[in-house]
């Protein structure tokens, strides 16, 4: 079945940086958009990044861009989330996601989720 394992997440104070990976199996994973999401306590899980099939084009949440950035190496079947800069308002749990529409870089329609990581930034 289809997996999808996020690691790399932890305390970090402000301004510092963490990356996040998800190594993914049981899929084609070249076939697949990949995403990174995230839910806050007491608010709805937003998007925060996407990446097609190839890595050709990205797209991130006006919030995080210029300091996030989401990266693929489909030879380790594994999406990065590179996150630089931190802010206490990124504290969440991180999800990533896959969507079989892998030209397709947005928000929606994602058919795989992993249980995320938590990240927590201090202030």
């Known amino acids: 079945q289809v997996q999808l394992v996020e690691s790399g997440g932890g305390l970090v104070q402000a301004g510092g940086s963490l990356r996040l990976s998800c190594a993914a199996s049981?899929?084609?994973?070249?076939?697949?958009?990949m995403g990174w999401f995230r839910q806050a306590p007491g608010k709805e899980r937003e998007f925060v990044a996407a990446i097609t099939w190839s890595g050709s084009r990205t797209k991130l949440v006006d919030s995080v861009k210029g300091r996030f950035t989401i990266s693929r190496d489909n030879a380790k079947n594994t999406v990065y989330l590179q996150m630089n800069s931190l802010k206490p308002e990124d504290t969440a749990v991180y999800f990533c996601?896959?969507?079989?529409?892998?030209?397709?870089?947005?928000?929606?329609?994602?058919?795989?989720w992993g249980q995320g990581t938590q990240v927590t930034v201090s202030s």
């Open positions: 049981g899929l084609t994973f070249s076939s697949y958009t």
């Open positions: 996601a896959a969507n079989d529409f892998s030209s397709y870089v947005g928000a929606g329609n994602y058919r795989y």
